[in-house]
């Protein structure tokens, strides 16, 4: 089982569109958990970070249900320039000391249409 | 932007060259790190260095060594790569965990095509 596993895609959707992603993690003892957004070509980008409370910030809502040990990420009024690539990013915990950094599942691919 | 830059942006080089990337943070964390970008694929983790130790090596092969001389900068050199390592390298760097870090910021990679 991959570590970190989400739908690749593509989503194709109008402007206007609300879409949601979802994403799986499978280390239980995980505690940092953020979607990041990558365009073609660019280096992946912070969109935010999900918290177990849920967040919003703007047209992006991240939601964390630690039971299920699952992820989202919601997009209300899609604009063409939501068109990326995200990625269902966690946090190893600190205690593993093997692994200080963050494991990235193959990321969603995103296509905002007019 | 986001303080890590990441020279050259683009690098061709034969399979007997020996070449450098370079990355440097202005962002005054004290973790940085290597990954592997190849087509359709995650990001692949290959070095960490935390307060400039290397404190992981993800089984990377000898044909790339990193060097960390301060936690200003990272390095990745590179000989006697293969056409399969052709990718995009990224760094990235964020405050060690120890001192609450816990985003890391990206440069915007090296693109390599081995020939």
């Known amino acids: 089982r991959k570590e970190v596993e989400q739908d690749p895609g593509p989503f194709n959707v109008p402007e206007g569109a609300t879409v949601a992603f979802n994403c799986t993690y499978s280390n239980s003892a995980s505690q940092s958990f953020f979607w990041y957004r990558q365009d073609c070509r660019k280096e992946p980008k912070l969109l935010m970070s999900?918290?177990?409370s849920g967040n919003e910030d703007g047209r992006f809502t991240a939601q964390l249900n630690r039971a299920s040990q699952y992820i989202s990420l919601l997009i209300r009024d899609s604009k063409l320039s939501d068109s990326a690539t995200y990625l269902c990013?966690?946090?190893?915990?600190?205690?593993?000391?093997?692994?200080?950094?963050?494991?990235f599942g193959s990321g969603t691919r995103l296509q905002v249409q007019p | 932007e986001t303080g890590v830059t990441q020279t050259p942006r683009h690098l061709v080089m034969g399979m007997t060259n020996k070449k450098s990337l370079k990355c440097e943070q202005h962002l005054g964390h004290n973790a940085m790190y290597w990954y592997k970008q190849s087509a359709k694929k995650p990001l692949e983790l290959m070095f960490v260095y935390s307060l400039e130790e290397r404190v992981e090596n993800n089984s990377v092969p000898s044909r790339f060594s990193p060097e960390c001389p301060n936690s200003s900068h990272l390095f990745l050199h590179l000989h006697t790569l293969q056409p399969e390592d052709s990718a995009l390298y990224l760094c990235?760097?964020?405050?060690?965990?120890?001192?609450?870090?816990?985003?890391?910021?990206f440069g915007p990679g090296t693109r390599l095509t081995v020939l």
């Open positions: 999900v918290y177990s």
């Open positions: 990235a760097s964020q405050r060690d965990y120890r001192d609450g870090g816990d985003t890391q910021y």
């Open positions: 990013v966690v946090n190893k915990p600190p205690k593993d000391t093997g692994r200080r950094a963050l494991t």
